[in-house]
Structures are given as structure tokens and as C-alpha cells.
């Protein structure tokens, strides 16, 4: 506790408002794929598209240490077996820390699945899957990761769907002092995505195309050194799951939940990672 209060004493000093913005053309750059990635309508959509030549993905300009990043996506429709779209946050460097949504297609009328992941300091192994509620390709849907000084929190449309509560007390690394981007991408991982490999790209359906719009990062900046947060930060700083929020993660995990690497008790013959026996919230 005092060594979070501490952490926001500091943050509270060096705060500046920045300005959450929602525009592609200032706030990312595509940078690869080779005219693969679009930006359309003035930035407020941008689209990847993935062929048998190559995927394409972007970045956000700005790193940040700590925020709320919102990102409206719609999915690759109909026959999307093999491809792979993701939005994540991640540092640089060997012992990286990361925060994954990837979505990994289906054949037709077959679900997509949700694998989520956590890295910190360089160590991930943290693979939690989950089905959707909704059909992820017919509108945008709100995919958002909270990430404070006390814990990470998914969101599908504002529903919590995990939750990686910093444990550093049972000696679990947490990401908390390497400044992140937001990254997106549409690849083909047909090696392991669909079935665990077993279905492979229908390239006669390419290009694939995703659609990312409304991103939202209310976050620290981590510019030169001193991160500068919004002037909402106050809103995601302590922000856990009130007793609404914990209910519905709840429902998610019964209902939803396809793998759960703290279940998996094969993976771990020695004995599950200590975060697996925090509370789920
Ligand atoms: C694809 O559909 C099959 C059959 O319904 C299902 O078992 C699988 O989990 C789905 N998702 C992926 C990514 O393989």
C-alpha cells in the first residue's frame, strides 16, 4: 500500500492534461504491409487487410504507462480460418511486458475465439480463450484494456473478461514501469489459429479485410521520461470491479471461457503460477 501511494504520488505531481483523442491520422502510423493498412473517412476508420503476400498492421505515435485504451473492431467476415486480428499493448526491448486481445478466425457460422495474454517481464505462458456472446464480424464491438498501479482488466464492450491483479506481494512480476504502445494487426497463423492448425487459409477468400475505429487511449503519456495523464485519469487510476463488475466476469468465465491456463494442471505438473491462486477480480 505505501509503495502505491508512493508510485501516485509521484504520477499526481508530473500530471498534465492531455487530451484523449479518437483519429487515426494523428493518434497512429501503419507500419507495415505495404498498403495493406487504410485509413478512410478523415481517419476515423482504418482498415488492415491480409493477402497470400503479406498481413498489415499500425502502432499508436505516442507509449504510455498506465491508461484506459478503448478500440471499436469489426472482424474479418465468413470464411476467416487461419487469420489472426489483434490489438495489444507492448513494450520494447528483451524483458518485454504485453497485453493481448487477438481474435483467431473461424470457418463460416463457426465461432471465433478470443486469446488473451499477459507478459510481464519478458514472462508470458498466461493464455486465457474465450467465445464471444455476439458475432464479432456484423458491427463494431468495444474491445478495452484498463491498466492501473493494482491490476489489468479486458473488457468486450464494457463486460470484464479477465482480470491479471498485480501480485508482486506473492513475487509476480507486474508491468508497471516499461511504457507501452497500442499495436494492431491482421497476420495468417494457420501453423495454430483455427483448431489448433488443423483448419488452413482459404486464400480464394482473400484479401481478408478488419475495421478498427474509435480509439480511444485515456492514459499517461510517457513522453521524455515524465508520463503526463489525462485530465480523467482520477476515473481508471484505483478503478477495480465494483460488485456489477464481478458478477459479470463471472458469467463470462462460466459461460464463455474456452481455456484457462491456471486449469490446466497437465501444463504445470510442478504446480500452477502463484498469480493462480489470487482472487479472480
Ligand atoms: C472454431 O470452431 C470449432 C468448431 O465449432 C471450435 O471447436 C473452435 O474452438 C473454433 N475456434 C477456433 C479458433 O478454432
Not at 218 to 247: F, H, I, N, T
Not at 265 to 271: I, T, Y
Amino acid at each position: 500500500m505505501a509503495k502505491l501511494s508512493l508510485i501516485r504520488a509521484s504520477f499526481m505531481a508530473a500530471m498534465v492534461v492531455a487530451s484523449a483523442s479518437a483519429n487515426f491520422l494523428s493518434d497512429v502510423d501503419i507500419t507495415w504491409g505495404d498498403g495493406r493498412g487504410k485509413m478512410l473517412d478523415n481517419g476515423e476508420l482504418l482498415q488492415l487487410t491480409l493477402d497470400r503476400a503479406s498481413g498489415s498492421g499500425f502502432q499508436s505515435k505516442q507509449a504510455y504507462l498506465f491508461g484506459r485504451f478503448d478500440m471499436k473492431m469489426k472482424l474479418v467476415p465468413g470464411n476467416s480460418a487461419g487469420t489472426v486480428t489483434t490489438y495489444y499493448l507492448s513494450s520494447q526491448g528483451p524483458a518485454h511486458d504485453e497485453i493481448d486481445f487477438e481474435f483467431l478466425g473461424n470457418t463460416s457460422g463457426e465461432p471465433y475465439v478470443l486469446h488473451t495474454n499477459v507478459f510481464a517481464q519478458g514472462k508470458g505462458d498466461r493464455e486465457q480463450q474465450f467465445y464471444l456472446w455476439f458475432d464479432p464480424t456484423l458491427a463494431f464491438h468495444t474491445y478495452s484494456v484498463l491498466w492501473n498501479p493494482r491490476r489489468i482488466v479486458f473488457y468486450v464492450d464494457g463486460t470484464p473478461v479477465r482480470v491479471f491483479r498485480n501480485s508482486e506481494g506473492a513475487g509476480v512480476a507486474y508491468p508497471k514501469s516499461q511504457a507501452m504502445r497500442v499495436y494492431a494487426s491482421l497476420w495468417d497463423a494457420d501453423d495454430w489459429a483455427t483448431r489448433g492448425g488443423l483448419v488452413k487459409t482459404d486464400w480464394s477468400q482473400a484479401p481478408f479485410v478488419a475495421s478498427y475505429r474509435g480509439f480511444v487511449a485515456d492514459a499517461c503519456v510517457a513522453a521524455s521520461g515524465r508520463p503526463s495523464c489525462s485530465a480523467s485519469k482520477a476515473g481508471w487510476w484505483d478503478q477495480g470491479l465494483d460488485s456489477g463488475g464481478a458478477r459479470k466476469l463471472k458469467w463470462v468465465r462460466d459461460n464463455y471461457m474456452v481455456y484457462d491456463y491456471c486449469r490446466d494442471a497437465k501444463r504445470f505438473p510442478g504446480g500452477f503460477p502463484p498469480e493462480c491462486s489470487q482472487p479472480l477480480d
